[in-house]
């Protein structure tokens, strides 16, 4: 059973995130699943640091997105919307180029909290960064 609050399609949530950080750094969402959304991020001159590796920055601008991107879709967006907390991230291996493809699984859905966990891989499914993120749910403003 699928947790989200209504089907999405990859088109719409790419289309959201235009003319944002999200596009600057190159990260496209390329899968939702029943319990997960997953997205990838180029290693590339937006996102290495001086030493030619992955920014750990670039990793946690992945994560929160995911995080953020999936409490959204697991709520109705007419009545409210999430926003994170607290982030926080573990940098496990070094990657100097290709994609990062992170995907975001729920550790915990309430009504005014949400628990996200993302983990970071490399393409040949290396863990690179594992991330914790705390969102609340907020009421929107008629």
């Not at 999200?22 to 997960?36: K, M, Q």
């Not at 550790?107 to 960064?129: A, F, P, S, Y």
Request: hydrophobic content about 40%; some cysteine; proline content about 2%.
């Amino acid at each position: 059973m699928a947790i989200w609050f209504r089907e999405y399609t990859l088109q719409e949530l790419n289309h959201l995130m235009i003319d944002t950080l999200i596009t600057h750094v190159g990260i496209e969402f390329v899968e939702i699943g029943d319990d997960f959304l997953r997205a990838r991020m180029p290693v590339d001159n937006r996102t290495r640091q001086p030493m030619g590796i992955l920014h750990g920055g670039a990793s946690v601008v992945l994560a929160e997105t995911l995080g953020s991107g999936a409490s959204n879709l697991a709520i109705n967006r007419d009545e409210f919307y999430a926003v994170g907390l607290e982030i926080n991230a573990n940098h496990v291996r070094s990657v100097s180029d290709g994609y990062v493809i992170g995907t975001a699984r729920p550790l915990h859905l309430g009504k005014t909290t949400q628990v996200w966990e993302m983990q970071i891989r490399d393409e040949e499914e290396n863990l690179v960064c594992v991330s914790r993120m705390t969102n609340v749910v907020l009421k929107k403003e008629k």
